[in-house]
């Protein structure tokens, strides 16, 4: 039997961060890291591996290097049973590993609705954490094709134009009225869908998918809720994911009604001496309180940060208060971000709230090389100012951007305080200082308050 003081369950940025911030925390303490993987992806760049990266192997995660350096055990293998009330577990080669602290860092697995599962086609895919996988799919997606995406959030648009750079033709089929629709609001949306078909991407909208069509091991096409058909050489079905919450489950640990393992500010389970973090671990709106099914890399991190602080005791000041989905990306030189509610989720929520957009250039003079327009939106609170959401568009900058307007709005800053914000302003690096698109937003609330 081994014995270690803490076993962390999965090696991608949740587990990883844990290791690191937890071997720093409590230097004395033996860390030992399970994990199925050879080499782990960098989750958001996955997209990328299908047109702007060369292979999959410039998007690895780095981390045994660190494991050397800092005195942290891992092992590529699987963790099979597991004895909650012995602390052991039990790997697919054998070996029983005892532990005092077990942190579940399982991640998730690509949703496949059952009605699209009834028969396996070899070229209808998924997009998972899979190296091996993805590199056989990469491979099988050569330019040319006719290629469907089903599903319009973020890793369906992001892989859609990297395989339309790739010389494809490729259509995304979304249900809802636009894509990125549960994170932007309308004429964030539609801004994406201009700059999107425009790069030569199809888009077909309030559509479902009732069943691939095929024959023997392959597909040839998708039959859609209007009685047409949409012919593809490859189909790609890209509509979220689901927790790994098996090892959860086997244990009794607490799931909540999303499916996700119930989890305290300190990243605990319902069993004290077990930590979830990452995208199997449940989530809280920072500013609603209600579950959400947020899973993005940055969260993981934050949460593998708040265990690995917490493992073996606990600080009121090293907590998650609540998870602020802050989202970015980019179609072309174009970027996207999202944080908090957009204007539509919470009108829908019951809050009482004035948005306010101000348009104007990250750079000054306008005419410098590089400049692009950006686009800030808030929604702030009308009773107490309070920021709870905000979107940009723009250039490459919207990415730090809308992580300022992130921790603005978990640090609950209202729209006169960020009126009077002292900022540095330099020609090819911001924008005016008396044209600032941040500022100008909050303006015009205030103007309105």
């Given at each position: 039997m081994k014995n270690t003081d803490v076993l962390i369950i999965g090696g991608s940025v949740a587990g990883h961060t844990t290791a690191v911030t937890g071997k720093a925390t409590y230097p004395e303490k033996d860390f030992l890291l399970?994990?199925?993987?050879?080499?782990?992806?960098?989750?958001?760049?996955?997209?990328?591996?299908?047109?702007?990266?060369?292979s999959s192997n410039q998007n690895i995660l780095p981390g045994d290097a660190m494991y050397e350096k800092l005195g942290i055990r891992y092992e590529i293998g699987e963790v099979t049973d597991l004895y909650q009330h012995k602390k052991t577990c039990i790997t697919s080669d054998g070996q029983e590993i005892h532990y005092k602290k077990l942190v579940l860092a399982t991640g998730s697995l690509p949703k496949v609705p059952k009605f699209l599962n009834r028969v396996k086609y070899k070229n209808v895919h998924v997009i998972p954490k899979d190296k091996e996988y993805l590199d056989d799919l990469v491979d099988q997606l050569n330019g040319g094709k006719r290629i469907a995406v089903v599903g319009g959030g973020f890793i369906g648009v992001e892989i859609a134009d990297e395989l339309n750079k790739k010389g494809n033709d490729v259509t995304i089929i979304e249900i809802l009225p636009h894509i990125l629709s549960l994170s932007f609001d309308e004429e964030f949306t539609m801004e994406a869908e201009q700059i999107i078909t425009d790069r030569g991407v199809g888009i077909m909208k309030k559509t479902q998918v009732k069943e691939i069509l095929g024959h023997g091991d392959k597909a040839d096409g998708l039959l859609?809720?209007?009685?047409?058909?949409?012919?593809?050489?490859?189909?790609?079905?890209?509509?979220?994911?689901?927790?790994?919450?098996?090892?959860?489950?086997?244990?009794?640990?607490?799931?909540?009604?999303?499916?996700?393992?119930?989890?305290?500010?300190?990243?605990?389970?319902?069993?004290?001496?077990?930590?979830a973090v990452g995208d199997s671990a449940e989530k809280r709106d920072f500013v609603t309180r209600k579950p959400t099914g947020v899973m993005l890399a940055s969260t993981a991190c934050a949460e593998g940060r708040t265990a690995g602080l917490n493992l073996f005791k606990l600080c009121a000041l090293k907590t998650l208060n609540g998870t602020i989905a802050i989202y970015s990306t980019a179609i072309g030189e174009h970027g996207f971000g999202t944080a908090g509610l957009t204007e539509a989720k919470a009108n829908k929520e019951g809050f009482d709230i004035i948005a306010g957009t101000f348009s104007g250039m990250d750079k000054h003079p306008e005419k410098l090389p590089g400049t692009n327009h950006q686009t800030v939106k808030l929604i702030v609170s009308r009773d107490s100012g309070v920021i709870v959401g905000g979107e940009v568009l723009g250039g490459p900058s919207v990415g730090e951007l809308i992580n300022l307007i992130g921790f603005i709005i978990q640090t609950k800053t209202n729209v006169h305080s960020l009126l009077t914000a002292q900022i540095g302003t330099q020609p090819m690096l911001t924008a005016s200082p008396n044209a600032y698109p941040l500022i100008k937003a909050a303006e015009i609330i205030s103007e309105q308050l």
């Amino acid at each position: 039997m081994k014995n270690t003081d803490v076993l962390i369950i999965g090696g991608s940025v949740a587990g990883h961060t844990t290791a690191v911030t937890g071997k720093a925390t409590y230097p004395e303490k033996d860390f030992l890291l399970i994990r199925k993987e050879e080499k782990v992806m960098v989750p958001c760049g996955i997209p990328y591996i299908f047109g702007s990266l060369e292979s999959s192997n410039q998007n690895i995660l780095p981390g045994d290097a660190m494991y050397e350096k800092l005195g942290i055990r891992y092992e590529i293998g699987e963790v099979t049973d597991l004895y909650q009330h012995k602390k052991t577990c039990i790997t697919s080669d054998g070996q029983e590993i005892h532990y005092k602290k077990l942190v579940l860092a399982t991640g998730s697995l690509p949703k496949v609705p059952k009605f699209l599962n009834r028969v396996k086609y070899k070229n209808v895919h998924v997009i998972p954490k899979d190296k091996e996988y993805l590199d056989d799919l990469v491979d099988q997606l050569n330019g040319g094709k006719r290629i469907a995406v089903v599903g319009g959030g973020f890793i369906g648009v992001e892989i859609a134009d990297e395989l339309n750079k790739k010389g494809n033709d490729v259509t995304i089929i979304e249900i809802l009225p636009h894509i990125l629709s549960l994170s932007f609001d309308e004429e964030f949306t539609m801004e994406a869908e201009q700059i999107i078909t425009d790069r030569g991407v199809g888009i077909m909208k309030k559509t479902q998918v009732k069943e691939i069509l095929g024959h023997g091991d392959k597909a040839d096409g998708l039959l859609l809720n209007n009685g047409s058909e949409l012919k593809a050489d490859n189909i790609i079905l890209s509509m979220g994911y689901h927790p790994n919450t098996s090892l959860a489950k086997s244990v009794g640990l607490k799931i909540n009604e999303n499916g996700f393992i119930e989890v305290d500010e300190y990243m605990r389970t319902s069993d004290s001496d077990i930590f979830a973090v990452g995208d199997s671990a449940e989530k809280r709106d920072f500013v609603t309180r209600k579950p959400t099914g947020v899973m993005l890399a940055s969260t993981a991190c934050a949460e593998g940060r708040t265990a690995g602080l917490n493992l073996f005791k606990l600080c009121a000041l090293k907590t998650l208060n609540g998870t602020i989905a802050i989202y970015s990306t980019a179609i072309g030189e174009h970027g996207f971000g999202t944080a908090g509610l957009t204007e539509a989720k919470a009108n829908k929520e019951g809050f009482d709230i004035i948005a306010g957009t101000f348009s104007g250039m990250d750079k000054h003079p306008e005419k410098l090389p590089g400049t692009n327009h950006q686009t800030v939106k808030l929604i702030v609170s009308r009773d107490s100012g309070v920021i709870v959401g905000g979107e940009v568009l723009g250039g490459p900058s919207v990415g730090e951007l809308i992580n300022l307007i992130g921790f603005i709005i978990q640090t609950k800053t209202n729209v006169h305080s960020l009126l009077t914000a002292q900022i540095g302003t330099q020609p090819m690096l911001t924008a005016s200082p008396n044209a600032y698109p941040l500022i100008k937003a909050a303006e015009i609330i205030s103007e309105q308050l």
